[in-house]
């Protein structure tokens, strides 16, 4: 089993950056694809990013590509979101998954493990 713990949410203005990481409990995670979604009010969680166990593999949302790195450090079991040209419709509360597979999903049903969330305010 995967704890997920995710660190760096805030408050910022339009045309910001943050950074979220993802603190993993488990040996195994190396082994694990990990991944954001994120949730706005009133919304559907939505995919943002994924990355596969390796690191060689990522996936983006469209609304995030060229804006948005996912990158994992197996060594110390933790992914990480970079996020810069924030926007408004950037804010919602940001989760960390994981699942027990080499291979990303993009549902949210593809995946076992979530953190509690951290919420992300992108201010106009």
């Known amino acids: 089993q995967v704890q997920l713990v995710e660190f760096g949410g805030g408050l910022v203005q339009a045309g910001g950056s943050l950074r979220l990481s993802c603190a993993a409990s488990g040996r195994t995670f190396s082994l694990y694809a990990v991944g954001w979604f994120r949730q706005a009010p009133g919304n559907e969680r939505e995919f943002v990013a994924a990355i596969s166990p390796s690191g060689i593999n990522t996936k983006y949302a469209n609304s995030v590509k060229a804006r948005f790195t996912i990158s994992r450090d197996n060594a110390r079991n933790t992914v990480s979101l970079q996020m810069n040209g924030l926007k408004p419709d950037d804010t919602a509360v940001y989760y960390c998954?994981?699942?027990?597979?080499?291979?990303?999903?993009?549902?949210?049903?593809?995946?076992?493990?979530w953190g509690q969330g951290t919420q992300v305010t992108v201010s106009s």
């Open positions: 998954v994981a699942r027990d597979s080499p291979y990303t999903s993009q549902s949210a049903q593809g995946y076992a493990y």
